[in-house]
């Protein structure tokens, strides 16, 4: 009886989102801004795809059109062009532009790429955790365990980040759409609101990513303020707010 073979496990990657996001950028090149902080070179499973996005990049920082012509130029320029030879060369770049399904969903398929490029850091750090243990003793477990969670928790951290510095250009899209917006709707407020207008007015509401420390002496009221905030602001989004305390149990909290 012949021996049944394993079954060949591929690695998660989307040559068809990888493929659109290219495409969406060279027909339409402020499509970037939709993109660029959420794909990055290294998401990018094809080789020849990464060179194409990395290029794409330069010729956006450059503040240079980004189409057929421009990409050609630029690798040839950088002697990378002979890297695209077996998938067409420059025939592959028009085919790019030509197949792009749709530069509507380009934020979707963008998503697509970061998604199989985290299965795929998620696979190899599994990896590294299985070789670690299979080549540990008994005794180091806790030592194996411990490096495994730090692992997972800095894969995590990673995730969230976005990776390398953001040029001006990039930012000022998506922050001159959120005053439009506030200024459209006659808010000054472009965060969460605390629910006191005069802290309200120094902070403009809280954002995304604020580190906001109440101090001062015991028994002045920074819980009970952090408290009524953290009401105020569940209240006005109808979301859920976290509170950790190192100095109260569950039940002292909501006593409190």
């Known amino acids: ?38 794909v990055f070179e290294e998401d990018f499973y094809q080789a020849e795809h990464k060179l194409i996005f990395k290029t794409i990049k330069s010729l956006q920082d450059l503040g240079k059109p980004i189409d057929i012509i421009t990409i050609q130029e630029t690798l040839e ?40 490029s985290n ?8 990896e590294e955790i299985s070789k670690l243990a299979r080549e540990s003793d008994a005794s180091s477990s806790d030592q194996v365990i411990d490096n495994a969670e730090e692992r997972i928790l800095g894969l995590r951290d990673s995730m969230k980040r976005s990776s390398g510095p953001k040029g001006l250009k990039e930012l000022l899209g998506p922050v001159y759409q959120k005053i439009q917006d506030s200024n459209e709707l006659g808010e000054s407020l472009v965060g969460v609101s605390t629910g006191f207008s005069e802290i309200d007015e120094i902070t403009l509401g809280f ?18 303020l952090a408290f009524n905030i953290a009401e ?25």
Do not use: C, H
């Not at 591929?10 to 495409?23: D, K, N, T």
């Not at 792009?100 to 979707?108: D, H, K, L």
């Open 77 to 116: 320029g950088n002697g990378d062009l002979p890297e695209l030879v077996d998938l067409g060369g420059i025939n592959y770049l028009t085919q790019l532009a030509k197949e792009t399904p749709s530069v509507a969903n380009i934020e979707s398929y963008a998503e697509i790429i970061k998604q199989r």
């Open 119 to 126: 299965l795929r850091r998620l696979i190899s750090t599994a």
């Open 1 to 38: 009886m012949a021996q049944k073979l394993p079954p060949i496990e591929s690695e998660p990657f989307s040559v068809e989102a990888e493929r659109a996001v290219l495409g969406g950028v060279m027909l339409k090149n402020d499509t970037w801004d939709l993109i660029a902080g959420v």
């Open 207 to 224: 954002q995304k990513s604020d580190l906001i420390i109440i101090a001062g002496r015991p028994s002045m009221g920074k819980t009970a």
């Open 232 to 256: 105020n602001v569940a209240r006005q989004t109808d979301q859920t707010v976290l509170i950790f305390s190192m100095e109260m149990s569950a039940e002292q909290v909501v006593r409190r």
